[in-house]
């Protein structure tokens, strides 16, 4: 079964402070994996995108690290600010075998909190 | 460039009635895909429209149809509404670009409450 879970379900950090969110999925055919930040009552905005080949992405104080071979993947947000405060979602994608597209599957999120 | 937008921003409904949400997707995008997401959980898939059509579906009921114009622009509408569809309908747009690596770009999502 596709599956992406994601750790911790929620976290609260100083202002300052560094943190790192896990996804691991069970995603077959493994296309992509990307990761999105969620205001609350906003829609997902991108901040990293990986293929197979990339272990690595940095956008801004974000890193995402992939792992292809364990199916493991984590955001490392670097001096945390208050705006920072939102939930962060992993999707991965696959082909779809039938259909010839791509599906995404995505994890329920981490909600994160920072603290002044 | 307006970037996915979505109408209405609110909506509150009454458990057996119909819902329409709309969407248009950001400019030079063609496929459209809509997401449900329940308050605390991450957005689960409904179906994706391309060329007018649905080509993916997610494991929703009948009770969930869309539709896609020739300007790419998309319904999703809901009948005999039941108030665990209470959510936040997200509508994604990408351009189709091969091996799935098309970004989403999401809208700022319509808030449906069944009473």
């Known amino acids: 079964k596709n599956q992406v879970e994601q750790s911790p379900q929620s976290l609260i950090i100083l202002e300052g402070k560094n943190c790192t969110l896990q996804c691991n999925y069970t995603v077959s055919p493994f296309s992509n994996l990307r990761w999105y930040k969620q205001d609350t009552g906003r829609g997902p905005v991108s901040l990293t995108i990986?293929?197979?080949?990339?272990n690595t992405k940095s956008n801004g104080r974000y890193t995402a690290t992939l792992d292809a071979d364990t199916k493991q993947s984590s955001l490392h947000i670097t001096a945390s600010q208050l705006s920072d405060s939102a939930s962060y979602i992993c999707?991965?994608?696959?082909?779809?075998?039938?259909?010839?597209?791509?599906?995404?599957?995505f994890g329920t999120g981490t909600r994160l909190k920072v603290l002044a | 460039d307006a970037g996915v937008t979505q109408s209405p921003t609110h909506l509150i409904k009454t458990r057996g009635q119909q819902v329409t949400l709309r969407c248009s997707p950001k400019s030079g995008h063609d496929t459209v895909s809509w997401y449900q997401q329940a308050l605390g959980q991450g957005p689960q898939f409904i179906f994706q429209?391309?060329?007018?059509?649905?080509?993916q579906r997610g494991n929703f009921p009948d009770r969930f149809s869309g539709h896609q114009f020739p300007n790419y622009s998309s319904e999703l509408n809901v009948n005999a509404l039941l108030l665990g569809d209470s959510a936040l309908y997200l509508c994604a747009s990408s351009s189709g670009l091969a091996g799935g690596l098309d970004e989403q770009f999401f809208g700022p999502g319509t808030r449906l409450t069944v009473l």
């Open positions: 990986m293929t197979f080949s990339e």
């Open positions: 999707v991965v994608s696959g082909a779809d075998g039938t259909s010839g597209t791509y599906k995404y599957i």
């Open positions: 429209y391309y060329e007018e059509e649905e080509r």
